[in-house]
C-alpha cells in the first residue's frame, strides 16, 4: 500500500514558526540522532530517472554543460548531484562539481545509484522517478516521497514551490537542497534531530542541505553498511570509445570474471543497459568492455559479481558522444582502394593528444589533408569531398606501408562542441580521375 511520506519537508515558513523548537531538538552529530524507516534499496532498485516537467524558469535556468553530466542540464542535473552526494566515493574521482560543497560523493557506504535518463511522461507508481507534481493550494509542504521505496519510489515537488536547479544559491527554494533530503527518505531514512542534518525535518535554507552531515553519513551506512576496502571502484576511464566503441574502465576490485557493466540505457526505461560476463585484467583493475548499442550519455557502474551493493562500484560519467564521426565514402579509390581515414583519443579542449590515421595510400606518396569548420558534400574527382569550404591544407607523406599518422591537440580556448571536417586525397594514376580520395571525418571537440 502506497502511503504519503508523513514525515515531509515542510517549507522555511514553517521552520521560523518553530525554530525555537527544532533548536532545543538539536542534538550534537554523531550521538545517531539519525532515524530509520525499515526501507533498503537492492540492487534491483538503484535506478532513477528524472521527469524534467518544472514550471519554474529558474527550475531549469542552468544552461552551462558540465562535463562530468553528460547531455544533462537545469533541474536534471540538480537532481543528479543530489543523488550523487548519497554515493560511495567522491564523484569522478574528484568530487568538485558542485560548487557549494567540498566533496560531492560523501556517503562511504554500499549504496551507489545509477543514472537512468531523462522522461518525458510519467510511468506510474514505483518507476523510481523525481517529478514535479501540479499543486494549486501552496502550504507547507515543498516535496514529498512516495514510500515505501523498496518496492519502488516516487519524488513529488509541489508546482506551488519556486523550484531554483543552482549550480550557486539563487533565493528560490533549492531543488538540489530538497532533492537531499528526500532521497534520503528513498534510502530508508526517517528524520534526524541532529544540527545541520540534511535529513532534519525542516529546510534551513539556502544549500547547506545538499552536503551530508556526519549523523546522515551514520544513518546511511546503519541501512548499507559502510563500504568495505573490498568494494569495487572506478577511478578512470581510457582507451577509445569511439570508433571501435570499445571502454576500458580503470579501477579496482573488478572480479576477474562474471563482472556486469551497467550503462545507462537509451531506452530510459528504468533499467540499465547491461554487458555481463565481463572478465578484468592486470589484478582486477583493468576492464575492456564493448558499449552496447542502447548505451547513452549517461554513467557506468560495475557490479563484480554478487548481488549486494558491497558488489557495485561507484557511478562514473560516461559520454558517448561520437568524437570522430564518419561523413560517408568519398566514393573514388584507386590502386589500393578508398583510403581509410580514422580518428582516436582525446579532443577535450586542453585535453588529448588525439590521434589521426589514414591507410590505403600508396607508399611514400604525398597526401593532402583538408581541413573545414563546414561541412557540405561537393564533387570531387568523380566522387565527393566533404569538408567545403576548404579552411586549411596540410601535406603529410605516407609511409612505406602506405599509412600516415598524426597526433595533436586542441587548444584549451577551442570552444566545446567545435568541429573540424577532415579529408584527405593523393595523386593515383590508377585512380578514374588521377585522385584517391578518403572517406570524409567529422572531429568534434568535446
Ligand atoms: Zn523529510
Known sequence: MRTRDPRRLVAASALLATASAVASLSAPVGTGAFTLTGDLLDLGQRDFRVLN????????????????????????????????????????????????????????????????????????????????LFDP???????????????GWTINYLSSVTWQDGPGDDGATDLQAVATHEIGHVLGLGHSSAGGATMAPFLTGGVSQRSLSAD????????????????????????????????????????????????????????????????????????????????????????????????LSNEWPLDVVEHFTDLGPSGIGGLFGEPRLTGSG?????????????????????SFVFLSTTVTPVPFYGGTFYPFPIAA????PFNGAGVWSVTTAFGPAVPSGFEVALQCAHEDLAAPFGVSASNGLLVTVE
Not at 493550494?137 to 518496492?151: M, Q, R, W
Not at 576492464?287 to 563484480?304: C, E, H, K, R
Not at 591544407?393 to 603529410?396: D, L, S
Open 137 to 151: 493550494n501552496p502550504g507547507g509542504v515543498l516535496a514529498f516521497t512516495e514510500l515505501p521505496s523498496s518496492d
Open 346 to 366: 582525446d579532443t577535450a579542449p586542453g585535453g588529448g593528444p588525439f590521434t589521426l590515421v589514414c591507410q590505403g595510400g600508396i607508399p611514400t606518396q604525398t
Open 216 to 311: 546522515d553519513v551514520a544513518g546511511l551506512q546503519a541501512v548499507y553498511g559502510a563500504a568495505p576496502a573490498s568494494k569495487p571502484v572506478i577511478t578512470a576511464l581510457g582507451g577509445t570509445m569511439l570508433q571501435a566503441s570499445t571502454l576500458t574502465i580503470h579501477g579496482g576490485g573488478f572480479a576477474p570474471f562474471g563482472n556486469t557493466v551497467w550503462f545507462t540505457s537509451a531506452a530510459a526505461d528504468g533499467t540499465p543497459a547491461m554487458v555481463s560476463g565481463v572478465t578484468s585484467s592486470a589484478g582486477g583493475t583493468r576492464i575492456d568492455v564493448t558499449l552496447p548499442p542502447d548505451a547513452a550519455d549517461g554513467s557506468v557502474l560495475v557490479l563484480a559479481g554478487g548481488a549486494t551493493g558491497a558488489s
Open 53 to 132: 516537467n518544472f514550471s519554474d524558469p529558474s527550475a531549469n535556468d542552468n544552461t552551462t554543460p558540465h562535463p562530468d553530466f553528460p547531455g544533462v542540464l537545469g533541474a536534471t542535473q540538480a537532481i543528479w548531484k543530489a543523488h550523487l552526494e548519497w554515493s560511495s566515493v567522491p564523484f569522478a574521482g574528484t568530487g568538485d562539481q558542485d560548487p557549494t560543497q567540498t566533496v560531492l560523493g560523501d556517503g562511504g557506504a554500499n549504496y551507489d545509484a545509477s543514472f537512468q535518463g531523462e522522461i518525458t511522461s510519467a510511468p506510474g507508481s514505483n518507476g523510481n522517478v523525481h517529478r514535479e
Open 393 to 396: 591544407q596540410r601535406v603529410v
